[in-house]
T-cell receptor
Framework: TQLLEQSPQFLSIQEGENLTVYCNSS?????LQWYRQEPGEGPVLLVT?????EVKKLKRLTFQFGDARKDSSLHITAAQPGDTGLYLC????????FGTGTSLTVIP | KAGVTQTPRYLIKTRGQQVTLSCSPI?????VSWYQQTPGQGLQFLFE???????NKGNFPGRFSGRQFSNSRSEMNVSTLELGDSALYLC??????????????FGQGTRLTVV
């Protein structure tokens, strides 16, 4: 059973388009993290959201933590080929739980 | 501040052999977690160590074991390797670990191929 479900699983879009990735759980987390991973490399931490309803921006990336701290979303504006990668959400309880991942391909 | 260091980066082993992977966490971090990542299964939790004690363990057979040293460096051992053990093994370090609610920082991983 996956504690964190991500959708969509795969996403292929044209450069310049906008997209949103969702991370959902039935459990409450004290914080959620988002990572991006490139093939053959370890995941790189993008952001941590802590407060319910919190919104954080990282250039063209906007992260939101649900009011109930059970879900989160990642919105990318005007996607670029450099955004291509596997996006993972994660939360900590008795261990670090990772989402199923969203594989994003941005086509030039 | 140096990041998480995993060695070796790549490894090729034969079925039946054993392998030891190493992880040096970020200085000051006391928690090290290990994960197996395969295309079909995603990130699967192996175990977490905190101050030399195994805090939690995932659903992997006993062939997978680990330990943590007093300097927080950790090793993971896989005995009697099987073809299905081929994967990217990732180590993550955090200050207080999952119980502390901290974020985890990953190494670059060790790509293990079993032939």
């Amino acid at each position: 059973t996956q504690l964190l479900e991500q959708s969509p699983q795969f996403l292929s879009i044209q450069e310049g388009e906008n997209l949103t990735v969702y991370c959902n759980s039935s459990s409450v987390f004290s914080s959620l993290q988002w990572y991006r991973q490139e093939p053959g490399e370890g995941p790189v931490l993008l952001v941590t959201v802590v407060t319910g309803g919190e919104v954080k921006k990282l250039k063209r990336l906007t992260f939101q933590f649900g009011d109930a701290r059970k879900d989160s979303s990642l919105h990318i504006t005007a996607a670029q080929p450099g955004d291509t990668g596997l996006y993972l959400c994660a939360g900590a309880r008795n261990q670090f739980y990772f989402g199923t991942g969203t594989s994003l391909t941005v086509i030039p | 501040k140096a990041g998480v260091t995993q060695t070796p980066r790549y490894l090729i082993k034969t079925r039946g052999q054993q392998v030891t992977l190493s992880c040096s966490p970020i200085s000051g971090h006391r928690s090290v977690s290990w994960y197996q990542q395969t295309p079909g299964q995603g990130l699967q939790f192996l175990f977490e160590y905190f101050s030399e004690t195994q805090r939690n363990k995932g659903n992997f057979p006993g062939r997978f074991s680990g330990r943590q040293f007093s300097n927080s460096r950790s090793e993971m051992n896989v005995s009697t390797l099987e073809l299905g053990d081929s994967a990217l093994y990732l180590c993550a370090s955090s200050f207080l670990g999952s119980a502390g609610g901290n974020e985890a920082f990953f190494g670059q991983g060790t790509r293990l191929t079993v032939v």
